[in-house]
């Protein structure tokens, strides 16, 4: 599937800047998207640095992957050279409930901080009943809930530091036929590191 890279940068995203929100950049590339009908939805892409998330990030579409440039960590100073998004709003990513099934979103290579995990955050949020999710080589801290899928099929979890959260990863509701692989997970003490309800053929291997 041939799709169009979409640089936030071209959209509007400042770094360092706690006043200015990179989900208006995100709402810009989904309103080109809808300008050129491009159902095949597009590949955005998060500049290094430091970006705030003062409001939420609503994807309504199939095949959107959004990617950083890497997820470089340094112990105590957080971005090593990554895209890190600082989340503020309640929500950093949430895919609402539709009336169909979302498909093909991709969360990759970034930093989600939510400074504070005490404040409840949510990192990313697939509401939605969800076919072939991808969450791979991405560094979550200090939020409430880093990474929630509702009834997700075939999802792809793998290569994530998901650590410091009141809880890292649930796979809730229900689902089939997903891996979680080779991460990095740990939560705050008596916490919730991995939780996973009515998962049919769930396969859980390498993680540490």
Known sequence: MNQTTYDLADFGAVNDDPGSDIADAFNAVFADMDA????????IVIPPG??????TVSITRDFVTVEGVNY????GTGAGGGS???????RGFHVPIAGQRSRSLVFRN?????ELAANNRTG????????????EGIAAKELGDAVVLRNADAAYIAGNQIAENLSCLRLIGGGIASIVADNRLGAKPQQIT???ENHDRL???GNN
Do not use: H, M
């Open 203 to 205: 396969v859980i291997s």
């Open 36 to 43: 050129n009908d491009a159902d095949t939805g597009g590949r």
């Open 110 to 114: 970034f930093i989600l901080d939510g």
């Open 84 to 90: 890190r998004l600082i989340v503020r709003a309640s």
């Open 194 to 196: 991995f939780f996973a």
């Open 50 to 55: 430091d970006y705030y998330l003062n409001s």
């Open 124 to 135: 990313i949020f697939v509401e939605n009943d969800n076919d072939a999710v991808v969450v």
């Open 72 to 75: 470089g960590w340094q112990t």
